[in-house]
């Protein structure tokens, strides 16, 4: 996931985003618990270390098991409110995570990157307040102050 995303920035003229073991606990560790508990929206906080200044967040969850990293990234930069974030210089490390399973009674994989800046004031960005979209539709958020959530709904998209 990380290389595939690394190589959109690179031909981007991006600089790549540095994997974060941190980054990386997070996300898995998320993308597990969505599937556990069967529901897919954002915390009212992001699940990342507070040693990042700024943090963001993505999600997706696609229909089987085999939904594979190359798709997940092209369905995010085709929509108008995850392409900024993949896209932003504002993060300098990720993470990402996958989780299999069942979600609705169905096989189901989710997916989720986790974005961070180290140094400065907590603020994030993420999915917008949450927003909740069907199998192979991503979901952005943004957080801008600590405990303060700002929906913001993206444009629809034809996936």
């Given amino acids: 996931m990380v ?3 690394n190589k959109t920035r690179h031909h981007r003229g991006l600089p790549p985003l540095k994997r974060s073991p941190a ?10 618990h969505l599937m556990s508990v069967d529901r897919f929206a954002h915390p009212a906080r992001i699940w990342a270390p507070p040693r990042f200044s700024t943090v963001g967040e993505t999600l997706m969850l696609g229909t089987g098991w085999r939904v594979k990293p190359r798709r997940a990234v092209l369905s995010w930069l085709r929509s108008g ?6 896209l932003s210089r504002r993060f300098g490390q990720i993470g990402a995570g996958r989780a299999r399973g069942r979600f609705g009674g169905r096989r189901a994989t989710i997916w989720v990157l986790h974005f961070g800046r180290r140094g400065g004031l907590r603020s994030a960005t993420r999915d917008p307040g949450g927003l909740e979209h069907g199998p192979e539709g991503p979901v952005v958020a943004v957080e801008t102050d600590p405990g303060k959530v700002v929906q913001v709904k993206p444009p629809a998209v034809p996936w």
């Fill in 3 to 5: 290389k595939k995303l």
């Fill in 81 to 86: 409110a995850h392409r900024p974030l993949l």
């Fill in 23 to 32: 980054l990386m606990h997070s996300a898995r560790r998320y993308a597990r």
